[in-house]
């Protein structure tokens, strides 16, 4: 949700602290501040907006060699300075930066209110801060008061904190919200994402939940909330430097959608066994004798990543003859969902830090239940608390608008699928045939992207719609709702994406002369219906967009617009028909003259429930 970045060492803090926060500003990006520590006073530099106008209103930055900041998305209270972060105590003798949300916020404030305090914010941080600031009052060192107040909290804090009169040292903590600890000479770097870190070195720790990590330039110290000393392995952060930079392209998002072919490349690499008709999927080995018995499967998930769950929900029920389903991570939580030995639990998120997808993931672990991740974030705390899982490996995704992470997790799902295939009734010929699919894909996907002028032009003509539908059928139904929600995220434009069954039960009353429909009309057993429907949206004038195989001529005497498909395996149809989706809803936001990569509203990751 938001960015944390700390340094200290021998360099002047401000450039990294805000270098850091540049390369994580996609995680929320309401407001932003840094606190450094300079001839032991504390100096604060906050605004809201964007990381640009901090940086503008502090042309010279702040003198100091220890400093922590935070760019944020804001969750309490309005997006004004005094709710940004860093936060002081009431007598301005520590400051620290926190994501996350403490839950019984309320009555720490009115107990600190009686003790006398005035709070400056309405933020449940700066409450943080109070139980920090007074416990150095009362002589505590910095950590055994971080300690004790995360002792006192409910909920969820990645925190970094320093107190200007012991200027040697920061304090790290995770409770719940990720914080990793860079390590280098003389100097010590934190953040709540690796990727921050990466322009300073590639090694690492990351903390587990509950952990303590005091810095200074030369050590780090771990414990436990019980003050135990923990042992903490150094990890190799696996980013490149340049993961974070925007290239040649105007937006993180354009670029994102180019490097899908790259990244499905990198989903697939060593996983596909040609010779038997298989995928190969190292976790899966370890649980070989569970899945075994597997006789249902359920994948949760939220926002795009569970458009990628539905369309591997369909997979399995299609091809493994498995029954699946995809669930709203959010709602199976509050759900008291049914958990039996005989299901796979599947979560995917891009982030691996949903806080809807990880309090799902949680409540069906808490009850015994066999759980697989598929993520893009290697680390995250998805990873860390699923049974096994896969890596998607699509490289930093930026952009607040999920692309390639949307295909790279929905050819995750294949795999499984595939997996999930062979070992029940699909032949070994198949298998094959499938496999061969999946070879081609990144190639074919670099062709679905030679049509990005034609999804411009397209977009340019319909970018004031007063509404866009988009439909589809099968594993496609997702994709339309996966446009649809491209569309509405970063162009602000109302738009539905439905089952062209569904489509005839109500929302066919918006369509009207003009009315853009995006239509993805595969060569499978969804063919013939999805041309019925066609003629109902032609019926009511709409204007037809359709995705369908080159050489078919009733779609494209019909459409008024064609999208080319190349000749595929059914599988892959959602991974090719989302293409020019994520195209047009890039040119419609183009041309509306948005910020694309961080539109209004949104946070990359959305760590509160
Ligand atoms: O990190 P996750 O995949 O768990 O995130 C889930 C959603 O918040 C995310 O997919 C969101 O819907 C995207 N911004 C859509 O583009």
């Known amino acids: 949700m938001c960015g944390i970045m700390g340094y200290i060492g021998n360099q002047e803090a401000w450039g990294i602290v805000v270098g850091g926060l540049r390369r994580l500003e996609y995680r929320g990006y309401d407001s932003a501040g840094v606190v450094t520590v300079s001839g032991k006073a504390l100096r604060l530099a906050r605004s809201v907006g964007h990381l640009r106008a901090l940086e503008d209103a502090n042309p010279e930055g702040l003198p100091g060699n220890i400093g922590i900041g935070h760019t944020s998305w804001a969750t309490h209270g309005g997006v004004t300075e005094a709710n940004c972060h860093p936060h002081l105590d009431s007598k301005s003798r520590i400051a620290i930066v926190h994501n996350g949300i403490i839950d019984n916020v309320e009555a720490l404030r009115a107990e600190l209110v009686a003790k006398g305090t005035q709070f400056r914010s309405e933020t449940d941080t700066e409450v943080l801060a109070e139980l920090i600031g007074r416990g150095v009052e009362a002589g ?21 904190a320093v107190d ?131 006789r249902r499967v359920v994948f949760f998930a939220c926002g795009t990543s569970l ?22 991570a959010a709602e199976l939580s509050v759900q008291n969902p049914i958990v039996d030995r005989q299901t796979l639990y599947v979560a995917i998120s891009q982030s691996g830090e949903t806080a809807d997808t990880l309090v799902a993931l949680r409540e069906i672990r808490s009850r015994g239940g066999l759980i697989a991740g598929i993520t893009n974030v290697v680390g995250s705390s998805l990873s860390r608390e699923t ?39 699909l032949s070994a010929n198949d298998g094959r045939l499938w496999v061969e699919a999946l070879e081609r894909l990144p190639q074919q996907v670099r062709l679905m992207l030679e049509h990005a002028s034609a999804c411009r032009e397209l977009a340019e003509r319909f970018c004031n719609a007063r509404f866009t539908m988009f439909v589809g059928r099968g594993p496609n139904v997702a994709v339309a709702g996966e446009g649809a929600l491209k569309l509405k995220e970063i162009a602000y434009l109302p738009a539905e994406g439905l089952s062209g069954a569904g489509m005839k039960h109500g929302p066919l009353a918006l369509i009207e002369p003009g009315s853009p429909v995006w239509a993805l009309v595969p060569p499978d057993e969804t063919r013939e219906r999805m041309i019925g429907n066609l003629r109902e949206l032609k019926a009511r004038g709409a204007f037809i967009m359709a995705v369908a195989q080159s050489d078919d001529s009733e779609v494209a005497q019909i459409a008024d617009h064609m999208v080319p498909l190349p000749p595929h395996h059914p599988a892959v149809s959602p991974i090719l028909n989302v293409i020019p989706l994520q195209l047009y809803a890039y040119y419609v936001a183009l041309a509306k003259g948005y910020d694309i990569d961080k539109p209004r509203n949104l946070a990359k990751s959305v760590t509160v429930t």
């Open 387 to 425: 049974d096994f899982g896969m890596y998607v490996h699509a490289g930093p995704e930026i952009s607040v608008c999920s692309t390639k992470a949307f295909t790279a997790q929905a050819l995750g799902t294949e795999l499984l699928a595939l997996r999930f295939a062979r070992m029940r009734d």
């Open 164 to 294: 200007r009169l012991d200027p040697e040292r920061l304090v790290a903590a995770r409770i719940g919200s990720p914080v990793v600890v860079g390590l280098g000479e003389g100097a010590c770097w934190v953040a709540s994402d690796a990727l921050a870190l990466r322009p300073y070195t590639d090694r690492m720790i990351v903390l587990d939940d509950s952990e303590i990590a005091e810095l200074t330039p030369n050590s780090i110290k771990t414990v436990d909330l019980e003050q135990r000393s923990r042992e903490k392995r150094v990890e190799k952060i696996l980013h490149q430097p340049e993961d974070a930079d925007i290239g040649q392209f105007a937006h993180f998002m354009l670029k994102e959608i180019h490097e899908q072919p790259v990244a499905l490349d990198r989903t697939l690499r060593g996983r596909l066994d040609a010779s038997i008709g298989n995928a190969r999927l190292g976790g899966f080995q370890t649980q070989e004798q569970r899945l075994f018995d597997i």
């Open 307 to 328: 458009y990628s769950a539905q369309v591997g929900a369909y997979l399995m029920s299609r091809y493994a003859r498995m029954p699946a389903t995809a669930e709203d």
């Open 140 to 160: 505590l060192s910095l950590r055994d008061s971080v300690v004790a107040a995360l002792k006192r909290i409910e909920g969820t804090a990645g925190i970094v």
